[in-house]
């Protein structure tokens, strides 16, 4: 029989590769003079964190009762509970921040689907000079 330690190291292993794999292509999708031999980085950066997003999930159920009992602990606390809020909020704050920047920050956030696309090829058609920043 398995162990439930034993189970964790063979779920964390899968985890971490695949964590490693979608961390180190979305690092390298800026860049576009990087090439791997026709390996499409957007499509192994999206899919790895499809299936990490549900390996996480798979890792959170099997610690569910841990959870449960530190979140007990720590609404017992008054202090733990401002520190939980402060670290959900800090870690929204760099959520929101990323996407924010990812949109703007010089031109390497993606677009988003609808008008953002139009706009910015009309302004792709435009020549060079008649473009004012």
């Given amino acids: 029989m398995i162990s439930h330690a034993e189970k964790n190291y063979f779920l964390n292993i899968p985890l971490t590769i695949i964590g490693f794999a979608c961390l180190i292509s979305g690092l390298l999708l800026g860049d576009k003079s990087v090439s791997f031999g026709g390996l499409n980085l957007k499509s192994l950066h999206i899919w790895t964190g499809y299936i990490m997003t549900g390996l996480i999930g798979l890792h959170l159920l099997m610690h ?10 720590i609404f017992k606390n008054r202090l733990k509970v401002v520190s939980l809020v402060t670290t959900i909020l800090i870690s929204l704050g760099i959520c929101y921040a990323s996407g924010i920047l990812g949109q703007n920050g010089k031109g390497q956030g993606y677009p988003l689907k609808g008008q953002n696309q139009s706009i910015n090829s009309s302004i792709q058609d435009q020549p ?5 920043q």
């Fill in 64 to 73: 569910i009762k841990w959870i449960q009992n530190i979140t007990t602990g």
């Fill in 128 to 132: 060079d000079s008649t473009i004012t």
